[in-house]
T-cell receptor
C-alpha cells in the first residue's frame, strides 16, 4: 500500500534558524495537509493545500510558516525563524476521495 | 469552528474485554468522522471511519456508531488484545465532492490492554 513519506525523521535546529520539512504525498492524491503534535497532546491542523494554493490555515500558521509544492511530487513546510515552541512532531497528510493518510512525521527540536 | 471532545483520556481493560471511547462534536456541518490509532512514536493510522449518512459501521472487532442528533460518535473494540494498546484519536471534518476539510482531533485516549 502506498504511503506518505517525510524527511528528515528528526531535525534539530537553533532558535531563529530556518527549517524546511519535506513530504512526498501519495502519487494520485490531490489534497495536502500539514499537522503538528506537541509531545503528549492532540494532533493540530496547520494548513491545507489544493491546486497549488492554500485552502485553509489555522491560527498557528502565521507569517513564519509557508508551504510549497516545488514540483510534481514534493510538498514542503518552511518555518522561517524557529521558536522554542515550534518543537513538535510535524505530520504531512494527503487525500483524494477518501481518508487522509499520514506520513511518519518529522520530530523538530528547537534549542 | 468545530470542537471535538473525547473521553476517557485513559482506559485500561483486561484482554478479551470490550473498550468504548466516546467523542462529541459541535459543528452540525461535520459529516465525516475518522478514528486513528497511534502507537508510540509512529504515525496516526486510520482504523475506521463513518460518514453522516449511516449510523453504524463495523469492521471485524471494531465498530463505530454515530448519533447525529446528539452530535456524538463512539468507537467500540471487542475482544481486546494486547496489540490494541495505543492512543486512539477521534476526529471530525466536512467532506464534499471528494475533498476533506482539516481534521479536528480529540485529545486522544490511551488504551492499555492487560494480558
Amino acid at each position: 500500500e502506498p504511503e506518505v513519506t517525510q524527511t528528515p525523521s528528526h531535525q534539530v535546529t537553533q532558535m531563529g534558524q530556518e527549517v524546511i520539512l519535506r513530504c512526498v504525498p501519495i502519487s494520485n492524491h490531490l489534497y495536502f495537509y500539514w499537522y503538528r503534535q506537541i509531545l503528549g497532546q492532540k494532533v493540530e491542523f496547520l494548513v491545507s493545500f489544493y491546486n497549488n494554493e492554500i485552502s485553509e490555515k489555522s491560527e498557528i500558521f502565521d507569517d513564519q510558516f509557508s508551504v510549497e509544492r516545488p514540483d510534481g511530487s514534493n510538498f514542503t513546510l518552511k518555518i522561517r525563524s524557529t521558536k522554542l515552541e515550534d518543537s513538535a512532531m510535524y505530520f504531512c497528510a494527503s487525500s483524494f476521495q477518501g481518508h487522509q493518510a499520514f506520513g511518519s512525521g518529522t520530530q523538530l527540536s528547537v534549542l | 469552528g468545530e470542537n471535538v471532545e473525547q473521553h476517557p483520556s485513559t482506559l485500561s481493560v483486561q484482554e478479551g474485554d470490550s473498550a468504548v471511547i466516546k467523542c462529541t462534536y459541535s459543528d452540525s456541518a461535520s459529516n465525516y468522522f475518522p478514528w486513528y490509532k497511534q502507537e508510540l512514536g509512529k504515525r496516526p493510522q486510520l482504523i475506521i471511519d463513518i460518514r453522516s449518512n449511516v449510523g453504524e459501521k463495523k469492521d471485524q472487532r471494531i465498530a463505530v456508531t454515530l448519533n447525529k442528533t446528539a452530535k456524538h460518535f463512539s468507537l467500540h473494540i471487542t475482544e481486546t488484545q494486547p496489540e490494541d494498546s495505543a492512543v486512539y484519536f477521534c476526529a471530525a471534518t466536512q467532506e464534499s465532492g471528494g475533498s476533506q476539510g482539516n481534521l479536528i482531533f480529540g485529545k486522544g485516549t490511551k488504551l492499555s490492554v492487560k494480558p
